[in-house]
């Protein structure tokens, strides 16, 4: 044990500190030279001598220590309470685009509950041949299907609508996650029940106190829904609903109801709590949008932002973000490094996906002055981005939901960025 | 032995053919008993579909709403802290600041008496009467100003309660009311100049992170499966494990604003741990009316005296607590939640 190695410190940040300045002098002179060798290089290191853990340390892995600053985070003044609110997505210090399932945001409305498989009954009933209850077991004998879909909350930038509000990307733009979900599809499961021709609409409900019930059209239902019991190759965490829940691609999170219980064939929609009082959209003029199911093509720079300064100085940098639409796939993302006087395209890692999160990079060079950056995602139904001011425009400030305008980060000389809001 | 097989397999085979195969499908699953169909399908439409026969009144829904809903909602609907404010906020829609309630938004009674049925109290969800529910629901109106003090809301009158803002929504109209937003951008030249109107540090809203930073130092220890399990807290005082049971379900009442255990936070209300026997208002943290305050400064502790008078009445122990919780009404559970706090000390 004595010999293991522990996370040692040595003076990596006083070399690199000089590093960086001699990298200074010789800008555009190709790589910097070091003025003293790197002890990281010319020392011995603990862990090049020592050994370190054996398999088995942690059955379940766990991301290392010098990653804990990567987490989901909650603003205790949205909510009463932790029990009925929101946390969001570090999405300012992931990359690629799929979410781990532990640190994706979470939102309940009475608490995230527990659970068992052998607990787990689905029932379909009302407007059906034969209503059913199909246990989980049941669930795992139907034809699988895999697909990945980007889930955000409606609230997501809802802060924002009246201003500048939260200074971080996981804030202002962390309700939202995307993962590879195993399931079956819900028309599978409708099929078995036989829909009767007056069936038009489906009532899905969760097992929790709140049970979070919503209508969707009979047509969405049989088209892309899926009910999903494994996120990223693995059982869904409690917090996402496990054993199962609903996948309902593109269309506002509320909509994917976890710890699934009970799917209701009916002829109108049942006008819930939570399509009523809450996920309708309201106007200027105090007239309110229901059914705005759809998420609206949206897009917003993950780094450089508030949490995740610029460090190295000027010279070659990536600007990255990720990009979605509910409407299908992204198509192209644009950048504007002066608050959208000039955009410059993108470049896509891989060619969107409907429905699923895109990522996109600038790969681009820093002179070190100050930069409004924005980014304007275009969907492959030809929806681009609008600004904030196009939003308030034709919904004025109190939607609350569906602000999908595009975002601007104030980069600093300092390399330090702010959330703020321009003309 | 063979026969009885034989019998089985028939069985099955019969089964399985009189099920759903019959549809074209797979058979998995089993056919719905109209019991469990009742028991989970409790949605209530527009239209009154899935209403329960029952009724209630304002008056007798201002008791069950003091006793229920009051401690997060207010004795008048009017909300305590963050939690919503069910009435007020009439013509205030086109507002900067619209106020939404049932009265002011809601389009639906139904929904209300739906929610309410299978989500409410907080804590203690599907365990009101329909009666009960259709008192809260005429209270709430009453709250509201839709209805008069001596209104009795039933299944057959339900539909004739005119909810002010039933006109208010439209069908999603973005496709058409943002049709603009379908065009081929602005790629240079877009603007004459860009100003900052709006920055976030200025409004400094924005949580610090000071948990995060805590234990990015204290390291995370790798799981020990070897290590011993952790002995089971033995109590110092013998405690009545039914009384303990009991209490334990009475405290689901206090758990929308209390909490207790070693996660527990003050909340709408103080930490409960270790609360029966210590000194009155004096929890770290919590900031207490000026009255339970000033009641603690003159040296008054929880005993079994002062925590019966109080929960039997919060407001007639202390006009003016924060608490508004109408009390418990049965002695025994006074008893049962004094125990069960006991049970949770420091």
Request: net charge negative.
């Amino acid at each position: 044990m004595s010999n293991e190695v522990k996370g040692s410190q040595p003076s990596r940040r006083a070399f690199l500190k000089g590093a960086a300045a001699v990298g200074g002098s010789l800008a555009g002179g190709g790589a910097a030279m070091a003025a003293t060798p790197d002890p990281l290089i010319v020392e011995k290191q603990p862990w090049a001598q020592g050994t370190g853990d054996g398999v088995d340390a942690t059955p379940y892995g766990l991301p290392i220590q010098y990653e804990s600053d990567v987490v989901r985070r909650n603003v205790e003044w949205l909510t009463a309470d932790t029990i009925s609110s929101i946390n969001f997505t570090p999405i300012h210090a992931l990359d690629g685009t799929i979410t781990p399932q532990g640190c994706a945001f979470e939102r309940h409305h009475s608490g995230a509950i527990d659970m068992r498989k052998d607990d787990f009954r689905l029932m379909i009933n009302g407007l059906v041949d034969t209503p059913l209850v199909f246990t989980y077991e049941d669930l795992e004998r139907f034809p699988r299907e895999n697909r990945t879909f980007f889930l955000e909350c409606a609230a997501n930038t809802g802060m924002e609508w009246a201003g500048a509000q939260l200074n971080g990307a996981q804030f202002t733009h962390g309700m939202i996650h995307n993962m590879e979900y195993t399931g079956v599809s819900l028309r599978t499961l409708l099929n078995e029940a036989g829909v009767k021709p007056e069936g038009k609409w489906v009532y899905v409900e969760g097992a929790d106190a709140s049970s979070n019930g919503r209508s969707i059209p009979l047509e969405k239902a049989l088209d892309d829904c899926m009910i999903a019991f494994k996120a990223n190759g693995e059982a869904l965490r409690k917090e996402h609903g496990y054993p199962a829940r609903l996948i309902v691609p593109g269309w506002e999170g509320n909509l994917w109801v976890k710890w699934m219980r009970r799917i209701e064939v009916t002829d109108q929609p049942i006008e819930s709590r939570e399509e009523t009082s809450k996920y309708t959209d309201t106007l200027e003029d105090g007239t309110s949008r229901k059914w705005t199911w759809v998420m609206d093509a949206k897009s917003v720079v993950t780094s450089p932002s508030p949490q995740a300064p610029i460090k190295h100085g000027k010279g070659p940098m990536v600007i990255t973000g990720l990009a979605w639409s509910g409407r299908g796939a992204i198509t192209r993302v644009d950048v504007s490094k002066d608050g959208g006087k000039t955009w410059e395209t993108a470049r896509l890692a891989n060619p969107g996906q409907p429905m699923a999160l895109t990522r996109f990079y600038l790969d681009t060079t820093w002179d070190g002055e100050e930069m409004l950056l924005q980014s304007r995602a275009m969907d492959e139904s030809g929806y681009v981005q609008p600004t904030k001011a196009m939003l308030r425009e034709t919904r004025g400030e109190n939607s609350i939901y569906h602000n999908n305008c595009i975002q601007t980060w104030w980069v600093k000389s300092d390399g330090e960025a702010e959330n703020v809001e321009v003309s | 032995m063979s026969k009885s097989r034989n019998l089985l397999l028939t069985a099955t085979l019969a089964c399985v053919a009189a099920g759903p195969l019959l549809a074209g499908t797979y058979g998995l699953g089993r056919e719905a008993l109209p019991e469990e169909i009742a028991a989970w399908d409790l949605d209530i439409a527009p239209d009154g579909t899935g209403l329960p026969a029952g009724s209630g009144s304002v008056l007798d829904g201002e008791e069950t709403f003091a006793e229920f809903c009051a401690s997060c909602h207010g004795d008048f609907a009017e909300g305590v802290d963050n939690w919503p404010k069910l009435a007020g906020g009439e013509d205030t829609l086109a507002d900067k600041d619209p106020l939404k309630t049932v009265g002011s938004y809601w389009p639906y009674l139904s929904t209300t008496f739906d929610y309410v049925r299978r989500s409410m109290p907080f804590g203690n969800a599907q365990s009101l009467t329909d009666d009960q529910v259709y008192e809260i629901t005429a209270y709430i109106l009453y709250s509201n100003d839709l209805v008069d003090e001596d209104f009795v809301l039933s299944n057959e009158n339900f539909l004739e309660v005119k909810m002010p803002n039933a006109g208010g929504f439209i069908v999603d109209d973005r496709d058409t009311a943002e049709a603009h937003f379908w065009a081929e951008p602005c790629m240079e030249n877009c603007k004459d100049s860009v100003e900052i109107t709006m920055r976030a540090l200025v409004l400094d809203v924005t949580p610090q992170d000071e948990v995060v930073e805590a234990s990015a130092e204290a390291a995370p220890q790798p799981a020990d499966a070897t290590a011993p399990a952790p002995e089971p807290v033995v109590e110092e005082v013998a405690l009545d494990p039914a009384l303990l049971k009991k209490g334990e379900k009475v405290f689901k009442k206090c758990k929308a604003c209390h909490q207790v255990g070693g996660k527990a936070k003050n909340k709408t209300g103080p930490i409960l741990n270790g609360i029966v026997g210590a000194p009155i208002g004096a929890v770290e943290g919590f900031k207490y009316s000026k009255a339970m305050k000033a009641l603690g400064e003159e040296g008054a502790v929880w005993d079994d005296e002062n925590l019966t008078a109080f929960l039997t009445k919060p407001k007639k122990f202390l006009k003016k607590t924060k608490m508004s919780f109408a009390g418990l009404k049965k002695e025994a559970d006074i008893e049962a939640v004094t125990e069960y706090l006991k049970s949770h000390g420091n």
